[in-house]
T-cell receptor, first 113, second 114 residues
Framework: DTEVTQTPKHLVMGMTNKKSLKCEQH?????MYWYKQKAKKPPELMFV???????INESVPSRFSPECPNSSLLNLHLHALQPEDSALYLC????????????FGPGTRLTVL | GENVEQHPSTLSVQEGDSAVIKCTYS??????FPWYKQELGKRPQLIID?????GEKKDQRIAVTLNKTAKHFSLHITETQPEDSAVYFC?????????????FGKGTMLLVSP
C-alpha cells in the first residue's frame, strides 16, 4: 500500500483566518515532506521531517508552521496567509533504507482570498 | 545546489508514436532519478526510477536511461496512448540523514493526439 492521504481536498480562507492541513500515512514511513506547487510549476520543498523531527526548513515564512505529532501524521498550520500563497500543497513520505523514493498524497488545493 | 534542466517543455505526438524527454543534472552526488507523471488536478505519480549503478531500466512501454558521465537521463515512452497525456517531471535525489531531497525539472507537457 503506497497511500498517503491529505485533508481537506480544497480550502478557501481569508487572510486573517487560521487553518490546518493534515497528512496521514500508515505505511511505517519515517520521513515526511511538505511541498508547495503553483500552476504549471514543479513541486517546491518546504519542510522535511525525519523520525518526527524537523530536518529541513527551506526558509519558509513563519505564517506556515509544520507539526509532526507522531510518525503517521503531519500537519501544516496556516495563519495570516497572503493571496500569493494560493497553491496545491502536497505531502509526501518515504521509508527507511529507501529514503529517496517519495510517494505523494493527493494534495490540498488552497485559495487565499 | 543541484540544478535539473528538462527538455522539451511541451511535446505533441500522434497516438502510437514514441516520446522522449531529456534531463540533465549538475551534482555528481545525486544518485537516484525518478520520473513523475502528473495529470491535471492530480498528485505526482511515480512511474519509473533509476539508480546511479544502473544504465537502463524498462517497464512495459516506459524506459529510462542514465549516463552518469554526461549527467544525463531520459524517459522513453513507446506506443503512446491518449491516456499518456500529462505533465512529466524528472527529478534528481540526494540522500540526507534519514530523508532525501528531490530537485525537479520544470516539467514537460506531453499531448498525445488520437
Amino acid at each position: 500500500d503506497t497511500e498517503v492521504t491529505q485533508t481537506p481536498k480544497h480550502l478557501v480562507m481569508g487572510m486573517t483566518n487560521k487553518k490546518s492541513l493534515k497528512c496521514e500515512q500508515h505505511m511505517g514511513h519515517r520521513a515526511m515532506y511538505w511541498y508547495k506547487q503553483k500552476a504549471k510549476k514543479p513541486p517546491e520543498l518546504m519542510f522535511v521531517y525525519s523520525y518526527e523531527k524537523l530536518s529541513i526548513n527551506e526558509s519558509v515564512p513563519s505564517r506556515f508552521s509544520p507539526e509532526c505529532p507522531n510518525s503517521s501524521l503531519l500537519n501544516l498550520h496556516l495563519h495570516a496567509l497572503q493571496p500569493e500563497d494560493s497553491a496545491l500543497y502536497l505531502c509526501a513520505s518515504s521509508q527507511e533504507r529507501l529514503w529517496d523514493t517519495q510517494y505523494f498524497g493527493p494534495g490540498t488545493r488552497l485559495t487565499v482570498l | 545546489g543541484e540544478n535539473v534542466e528538462q527538455h522539451p517543455s511541451t511535446l505533441s505526438v500522434q497516438e502510437g508514436d514514441s516520446a522522449v524527454i531529456k534531463c540533465t543534472y549538475s551534482d555528481s552526488a545525486s544518485n537516484y532519478f525518478p520520473w513523475y507523471k502528473q495529470e491535471l488536478g492530480k498528485r505526482p505519480q511515480l512511474i519509473i526510477d533509476i539508480r546511479s549503478n544502473v544504465g537502463e531500466k524498462k517497464d512495459q512501454r516506459i524506459a529510462v536511461t542514465l549516463n552518469k558521465t554526461a549527467k544525463h537521463f531520459s524517459l522513453h515512452i513507446t506506443e503512446t496512448q491518449p491516456e499518456d497525456s500529462a505533465v512529466y517531471f524528472c527529478a534528481a535525489s540526494k540522500m540526507g540523514s534519514g530523508y532525501s531531497t528531490l530537485t525537479f525539472g520544470k516539467g514537460t507537457m506531453l499531448l498525445v493526439s488520437p
